[in-house]
C-alpha cells in the first residue's frame, strides 16, 4: 500500500470540524437520493468531477468551498453560507466595541530616517 501525504488542512482539522464535514457530505447524499438525482447529474449541475464529487459526499475538507454552496444551491437549500459568518449574528463579535474597530488595518510604516547614520 503506497502511503498518502495529507494536505495541509486535514492535518490540523479538529474532531469537531471533520465530524460537521462528514455530516454535511452525507446530508449531501441524502438530498442529492432523496431527489432522485444521480451522481452524474449533480457532477454535471455543479461543475464538478465525478471524483469531486465523491470526496464531497465524503465531506473531503479540500473540496472548494464554492463546490459546496452550489451544491447546496442546486439541491434547493438556498444559499446557506450567506449568513455564516454574518455580523448580525456574531455573538463574540458584537460583544467587541465595534464604533472603536478601524475600518482599515494597515501595517505600521518604516522610519524612512531608521538606519542612517549622521
Known sequence: MIPTMKSGI????????????????????????KRRLTAAMMCERVGVSKSTWQRMEKGDPTASIGAYAQALFVLGLGAPLAELADQRYDEQGLLLDAERLPKRVTPPRLDSNAGKTS
Do not use: C, N, T
Not at 465530524?19 to 447524499?29: E, I, P
Open 10 to 33: 486535514e492535518s490540523i482539522l479538529s474532531p469537531h470540524v471533520r465530524r460537521s464535514l462528514v455530516k454535511l457530505g452525507s446530508d449531501l447524499s441524502i438530498a442529492r437520493r
